[in-house]
């Protein structure tokens, strides 16, 4: 399990002295009720359609997701091979659970599933991906987004 | 991914996000985050279990109707186990595919090359009738043949050049290596008559038990000693997991 203290060495060391980047306050946006809000997923699992550029390195770029894409469509080209990378290959829910949104959406229980969804290779360093989110920002808002769901791996 | 939650919601995106290292989210100390106890690669718990899933997501979602943040919950119920999730059980899973006996693993690099092929050609069947019936596979970049083949001739000195050529030697070579991991485990968790195995299983049967296995490792050592940088980092940090 992900307690850190239930990791074995040297993975536990290792996860534990990662840096983290520090920042002064927390920004904070105010959004509708959740019935009324359309979603996107936000991962950091290095996921791209098949046939998009694989993650190759650092890079603080992101890629893509159609959101009519099929769990056919979908792989994962994420540098680490210190994760579980098994429950994907079962069910790319696990990591992208965009058939649970797109349930949820159909219950009502969030407005609507984002026409498109993005995944970022989790390894970078944060200050590589800002220019980045400024202009996944940007993408978002054109799609109407009110809210995104960050989920690493 | 927290970083990226400030960059997002200061650009004024709303975020929520899961969090699967609760020391770090306390660190950097997003707008708001869902702290989940299971396995790194498995932010949702477990594979195959809709309503768990949602259970997860919903509780992510609704952190959206906090008033002010940060907000950092916790998420206590542990993933669904497989009934007999036991040291003993997990042990005891196998694939009877292994022609190598790890007692006595092949020195000789061609033997090793020898011994993926035809460990590749019993596993052939099982992931062919899994992509049939499932109509997927994650392999991503490089069909499993591909990726033996790339393996091979880079241990073997046989100049591998990657199809793309845009892409280095040193990424051709880790996603060669991943694809070939995903080929054995869609194989292995559709052999006749077998639970497919937990990850622990799949991990521990893999790198013990295995010629590609055996070979990647030898791939590894090869890259830590090469000039090319990049090489020398992806044989030291991107081929063999932490503690194998």
């Given at each position: 399990m992900a307690r850190l203290e239930n990791l074995a060495e040297p993975m536990r060391s290792h996860i534990a002295d990662l840096p983290c980047p520090q920042f002064d306050h927390t920004p904070w946006v105010d959004v509708p009720e959740l019935a009324n809000q359309r979603i996107a997923l936000i991962s950091t699992a290095g996921l791209h359609r098949r046939g998009d550029r694989p993650f190759g390195g650092m890079d603080g770029d992101f890629r893509v997701i159609d959101g009519t894409s099929q769990a056919e469509d979908l792989v994962m080209t994420h540098i680490s091979t210190n994760f579980d990378r098994t429950g994907f290959q079962q069910d790319w829910n696990v990591v992208f659970p965009i058939d649970r949104l797109r349930q949820l959406a159909d219950e009502n229980r969030i407005g609507s599933v984002a026409n498109f969804h993005y995944s970022f290779m989790g390894a970078a360093d944060p200050s590589k991906m800002a220019p980045s989110a400024k202009n996944l920002a940007g993408l978002l808002k054109g799609d109407n987004v009110d809210a995104a769901l960050l989920i690493p791996v | 991914?927290?970083?990226?939650?400030?960059?997002?919601?200061?650009?004024?995106?709303?975020?929520?996000?899961?969090?699967?290292?609760?020391?770090?989210?306390?660190?950097?100390?997003?707008?708001?985050?869902?702290?989940?106890?299971?396995?790194?690669?498995?932010?949702?718990?477990?594979?195959?279990?809709?309503?768990?899933?949602?259970?997860?997501?919903?509780?992510?979602?609704?952190?959206?109707?906090?008033?002010?943040?940060?907000?950092?919950?916790?998420?206590?119920?542990?993933?669904?186990?497989?009934?007999?999730?036991?040291?003993?059980?997990?042990?005891?899973?196998?694939?009877?595919?292994?022609?190598?006996?790890?007692?006595?693993?092949?020195?000789?690099?061609?033997?090793?090359?020898?011994?993926?092929?035809?460990?590749?050609?019993?596993?052939?069947?099982?992931?062919?009738?899994?992509?049939?019936?499932?109509?997927?596979?994650?392999?991503?970049?490089?069909?499993?043949?591909?990726?033996?083949?790339?393996?091979?001739?880079?241990?073997?000195?046989?100049?591998?050049?990657?199809?793309?050529?845009?892409?280095?030697?040193?990424?051709?070579?880790?996603?060669?290596?991943?694809?070939?991991?995903?080929?054995?485990?869609?194989?292995a968790s559709y052999q006749p008559g077998a639970a497919p195995p937990t990850s622990q299983e799949f991990t521990r049967w893999f790198w013990t038990q295995t010629a590609a296995g055996h070979l990647i490792r030898s791939v590894s050592e090869k890259c830590k000693t090469e000039a090319d940088k990049s090489l020398q980092m992806t044989g030291k940090a991107f081929l063999v997991p932490m503690g194998w």
């Open positions: - | 991914m927290g970083a990226l939650a400030h960059f997002l919601e200061a650009e004024g995106i709303a975020t929520t996000q899961i969090s699967l290292i609760r020391e770090h989210t306390e660190k950097i100390r997003p707008p708001r985050a869902l702290w989940v106890p299971f396995d790194l690669g498995r932010p949702l718990g477990v594979p195959d279990d809709p309503d768990f899933q949602t259970k997860v997501l919903v509780s992510a979602l609704e952190l959206l109707g906090a008033q002010s943040g940060p907000v950092l919950a916790d998420f206590l119920e542990e993933a669904p186990a497989r009934e007999d999730d036991s040291d003993a059980a997990q042990e005891a899973w196998s694939c009877p595919i292994s022609f190598s006996d790890p007692e006595q693993a092949e020195t000789d690099l061609e033997k090793q090359v020898f011994a993926l092929g035809r460990e590749m050609t019993e596993l052939m069947p099982w992931y062919d009738k899994r992509r049939k019936e499932q109509n997927r596979t994650a392999v991503a970049n490089f069909k499993p043949n591909a990726a033996a083949d790339l393996l091979s001739d880079y241990l073997l000195d046989r100049s591998p050049k990657p199809d793309d050529p845009e892409m280095t030697l040193a990424v051709a070579i880790r996603l060669a290596v991943q694809d070939l991991k995903t080929f054995y485990y869609e194989a």
